[in-house]
């Protein structure tokens, strides 16, 4: 098991940038593919961004591509989220997530670990 906490979250103006971390604690970080999911109030949660052991693939939803990007430093343990041009419907619990496997990239129940959240609230 890995543990993962997530930061950086916050409000922010239509059109503007946040960046989300997630350090992570437990087992090597580097064996893990980590994922972004986010869940709105009454909605399901949905993939957002993943990025393989190494950082060399990287994976991202139609709604954030080219809005996001994913990142880690397997020295610090650490994953980032860096949205830019955000829009409304981007405010939701952002989920930081650890999977030992690749496929399905962007199911919930490929993940077995999970952070807390962190909110993120765009504000029109």
């Known amino acids: 098991q890995v543990q993962l906490v997530e930061s950086g979250g916050g409000l922010v103006q239509a059109g503007g940038s946040l960046r989300l971390s997630c350090v992570a604690s437990g087992r090597t970080f580097s064996g893990y593919v980590m994922g972004w999911f986010r869940q709105a109030p009454g909605k399901e949660r949905e993939f957002v961004a993943a990025i393989s052991w190494t950082g060399s693939r990287t994976y991202y939803a139609d709604s954030v591509k080219g809005r996001c990007t994913i990142s880690r430093d397997n020295d610090k343990n650490t994953v980032y989220l860096q949205m830019n041009s955000l829009k409304p419907e981007d405010t939701a619990v952002y989920f930081c997530?650890?999977?030992?496997?690749?496929?399905?990239?962007?199911?919930?129940?490929?993940?077995?670990?999970w952070g807390q959240g962190t909110q993120v609230t765009v504000s029109a």
């Open positions: 997530a650890a999977s030992r496997t690749i496929a399905p990239i962007a199911r919930v129940d490929s993940y077995n670990n």
